[in-house]
């Protein structure tokens, strides 16, 4: 399906809304007007969404900052969503590993270690991308490059077929 990434944005925003509130968390969307569309499954990018959200909502024990950005990167045909929190952050030793299954620096009642595996092999079967900036004790900054699909001219406006045929 054709999506609209910052319609998704607003949708997991309202899942998490009161996660962020109850964690003492001041919420920052920064969102470009007239994004073009992407192509992909609108519940698991939701599920990619709600996960970093969570994850940085987790990292900001005494409350923070989450900063979200969707923008059209010009240059490389790419929506690019960037999430970012003022949470504890993640070590430097630690960064390659994150993304590796079962891996977590949160206590076992609180995660499997799963999040960020699936996460970026939706992300990839989606033709993007997840990359992740991080300093201890100043947060984390995860950025998705999804590619922009163009919806060709002749579907835009024609008429469905199978419609016409029926009736």
Do not use: W
């Amino acid at each position: 399906d054709y999506l609209y990434v910052d319609k998704l944005i607003e949708e997991t925003i309202g899942l998490a809304k009161n996660q962020i509130k109850i964690s003492n968390i001041q919420l920052e969307t920064f969102m470009d007007k007239g994004l073009p569309p992407i192509y992909g499954d609108r519940n698991l990018l939701i599920q990619v969404f709600l996960n970093l959200f969570i994850n940085a909502i987790d990292a900001m024990v005494n409350g923070g900052k989450l900063i979200i950005r969707v923008s059209k990167e010009k240059r490389t045909g790419f929506i690019s969503i960037q999430i970012s929190d003022t949470g504890c952050g993640i070590p430097a030793h630690l960064l390659e590993s994150i993304f590796n299954p079962f891996f977590t620096t949160k206590p076992t009642s609180k995660g499997t270690g799963l999040g960020l595996s699936v996460s970026k092999g939706i992300i990839e079967k989606h033709g993007g991308n997840i990359e992740v900036e991080s300093k201890e004790n100043v947060g984390t900054s995860f950025t998705i490059l999804f590619p922009i699909v163009s919806i060709p001219a002749d579907i835009k406006g024609k008429p469905d077929m199978r419609e016409i045929v029926k009736s």
